[in-house]
């Protein structure tokens, strides 16, 4: 285990859906930071496909540090949503959300990455930069949240010209926020 008490609450979440078959992508301002500038982040937000059946030896496996509702584990695996996970030794919450199954999710999970977390070799996965910036401007859509648009700006500005804008703007016209990302793209001087 990393010494790191938040890699080593990633990494004891993602033994346990690993060990279950649960397809997960580590999301939110933990892949911001990845992709983007470094992100201090109070949560880890994970996106993931399980079945309630998984969800049930997810929470009776998890080790007795983490709170969880079991209910709320099969819950969103069967309707979709949010559940969470609060590690006890340092407060870290994680939040489970089970994605819907649309062609846009579909893909998010299918480009997802493994990356390194240190130099030991801890890696897990990760949305792609382009399903970061996507998935904070769809948060965003609704909340109109200043974070959501630095971090999304944040991976814009760091991985500039690396980017696939044609995903990008294919998936942004899709889901109605062409017009964000336009704007997103202007203020990285892209």
């Known amino acids: 285990m990393p010494d790191d008490p938040f890699l080593d609450v990633i990494q004891c979440v993602v033994e346990h859906l690993d060990r279950h078959k649960v397809s997960y992508?580590?999301?939110?301002?933990?892949?911001?930071?990845?992709?983007?500038?470094?992100?201090?982040?109070?949560?880890?937000?994970?996106?993931?496909?399980?079945?309630?059946?998984?969800?049930?030896?997810?929470?009776?496996?998890?080790?007795?540090?983490?709170?969880r509702s079991a209910e709320s584990l099969e819950d969103v695996a069967r309707d979709g949503g949010m559940a969470n996970l609060i590690d006890s030794r340092t407060g870290l919450k994680i939040d489970l959300s089970v994605l819907e199954h649309t062609p846009?999710?579909?893909?998010?999970?299918?480009?997802?990455?493994?990356?390194?977390?240190?130099?030991?070799?801890?890696?897990f996965y990760v949305v792609t930069a382009e399903d970061v910036i996507l998935m904070k401007l769809l948060w965003r859509r609704?909340?109109?949240?200043?974070?959501?648009?630095?971090?999304?700006?944040?991976?814009?500005?760091?991985?500039?010209?690396?980017?696939?804008?044609?995903?990008?703007?294919?998936?942004?016209?899709?889901?109605?926020?062409?017009?964000?990302?336009?704007?997103l793209r202007g203020e990285a001087g892209i």
């Open 142 to 183: 609704e909340s109109r949240s200043e974070k959501q648009w630095s971090n999304a700006l944040s991976v814009a500005r760091v991985k500039r010209t690396t980017l696939d804008w044609k995903y990008l703007l294919g998936h942004a016209r899709s889901l109605g926020i062409e017009d964000d990302l336009v704007k």
């Open 104 to 123: 846009y999710f579909n893909e998010v999970m299918a480009r997802r990455v493994l990356m390194p977390f240190d130099p030991d070799g801890t890696s």
């Open 25 to 67: 992508a580590i999301t939110g301002s933990v892949a911001s930071g990845v992709h983007g500038e470094p992100v201090q982040s109070q949560d880890v937000d994970i996106a993931l496909r399980m079945l309630p059946s998984q969800a049930r030896d997810l929470a009776a496996s998890l080790p007795a540090r983490f709170y």
